[in-house]
Nanobody, 126 residues
């Protein structure tokens, strides 16, 4: 059984920074992509960033490139998302997701992930 728990969400103003964390427990071996998604009210869940755990390659949505940084602490099964220069359009529920076992697919597609956290809310006001 794999469990993902996000933390670090909050309410901020435009231009501020925030760091999200995701703690994984259980059988997280054979994890391929480990990613962050977000979902705003009335919108579809979208991929924000992911890290390919086998070689550390990082990938980002165009909307967050240069502002967000994804990183991992493999030894402690932690995933981070450093968010700088936040904008109101970054508001949403942020989810940690893991692609485990034989699951595969594009990093930005929610359907490519088979384990999800409960989410942490990020609200950015102008």
């Amino acid at each position: 059984h794999v469990q993902l728990v996000e933390s670090g969400g909050g309410s901020l103003s435009t231009g501020e920074s925030l760091r999200l964390s995701c703690a994984a427990s259980g059988h997280t071996d054979a994890n391929r992509y480990w990613g962050w998604f977000r979902q705003a009210p009335g919108k579809e869940r979208e991929g924000v960033a992911a890290i390919y755990t086998l070689d550390g390659t990082t990938l980002y949505a165009d909307s967050v490139k240069g502002r967000f940084t994804i990183s991992q602490d493999s030894a402690n099964h932690l995933l981070f998302l450093q968010m700088d220069n936040l904008k109101p359009e970054d508001t949403g529920m942020y989810y940690c997701a893991a692609q485990l076992g034989g699951y595969g697919g594009s990093w930005y597609r929610p359907q490519s992930y088979n384990h999800w956290g409960q989410g942490t809310q990020v609200t950015v006001s102008s």
